[in-house]
Every structure is written in structure tokens, then in C-alpha cells.
């Protein structure tokens, strides 16, 4: 696994990201939009699946919702991946990218069995295992955001 991390983070992308300073900075700004895209859009949608303003309909939100989400994670995983790979060795062995790589494969997951149980726009959004789904959603989106931040302030 090592050789595969050395190898990516060999790559001439990776080695013009580490050394320009405008190119790094627009990767992490694409990677930070993407993320508040994704969590902009989930919060609400999910609290709403969760009970909070019944008087909004659930496919409203879903219809303008979900696509941003979807742009979101896009996005984020893209850009993510392009971070990644300048530092992939040190960034792999972290608890804290474990943890959050992890979490938004859970909140990838939960979403998508959202979308294959109700549809991409929620028309027939109701029931318990829904709100499990919001509540997963939840806690992983935000979740990772915050592991996220934390990789600044662990290791080296």
C-alpha cells in the first residue's frame, strides 16, 4: 500500500500542487465549496425528513436539494482526492482521515439508499427508516466535516 500512496503522491499533478501556491489554494477552495454545498444542502433536507418545517414539502426540497448535494460531494471527492495526493503516505496513516474517509462512504451510502427507497426527490418520504437515513446523513456529513478541519491540527 505504501508503494501505491509514494506512487500518487509521485504524480505530476501532485507535484504541481505542492509547488504552486495559486494552483493548491484553488483545489482547497473547489474542495471547501464542494463540502459547503454538500452540507448546506443535506442539513436542511434533513431536518426536514426528521420533522421541522411539515409545512414545506418534502419534494420542494428534494428536487432543488439533492442536486446540490450530489454537486457538493462531486465536488468535494474530486478536489479531495487532488489534496490527497500530495501528502497521501501522511494523510492515510491519520485516525482522523480514517475516520472521516469513512464517514462520507456511510453518508454516501445512506444517501443513496435514501434515493433508491424514495426517489432522488423524496415523492414518497415517510416513515422510520427514512429518519434513521436523515439522522445517518447527519451525523456523517457533519461528521466529516469536522475530522476534516481536524487534519490540520494532528500528525506531524
Request: charged content about 10%; aromatic content about 6%; overall charge positive.
Amino acid at each position: 500500500m505504501d508503494a501505491v500512496l509514494a506512487a500518487l503522491e509521485g504524480t505530476a499533478v501532485a507535484q504541481a500542487l505542492r509547488i504552486s501556491r495559486w494552483g493548491y489554494a484553488a483545489v482547497n477552495a473547489t474542495h471547501i465549496l464542494g463540502i459547503a454545498l454538500l452540507v448546506g444542502a443535506t442539513v436542511p433536507l434533513n431536518l426536514r425528513l426528521l420533522g421541522l418545517w411539515r409545512g414545506v414539502p418534502v419534494p420542494t426540497l428534494g428536487r432543488v436539494l439533492g442536486p446540490v448535494a450530489a454537486a457538493g460531494l462531486t465536488l468535494a471527492v474530486l478536489a479531495g482526492l487532488l489534496l490527497f495526493s500530495i501528502r497521501a503516505r501522511e494523510y492515510a496513516g491519520l485516525g482522523v482521515f480514517q475516520l472521516k474517509i469513512s464517514l462520507v462512504v456511510l453518508g454516501a451510502l445512506s444517501a443513496l439508499a435514501a434515493v433508491r427507497a424514495h426517489g432522488f426527490s423524496m415523492e414518497q418520504a415517510s416513515g422510520g427508516r427514512l429518519k434513521a437515513l436523515a439522522l445517518v446523513s447527519m451525523v456523517c456529513w457533519i461528521g466529516a466535516l469536522v475530522c476534516g478541519r481536524l487534519i490540520a491540527f494532528v500528525g506531524e
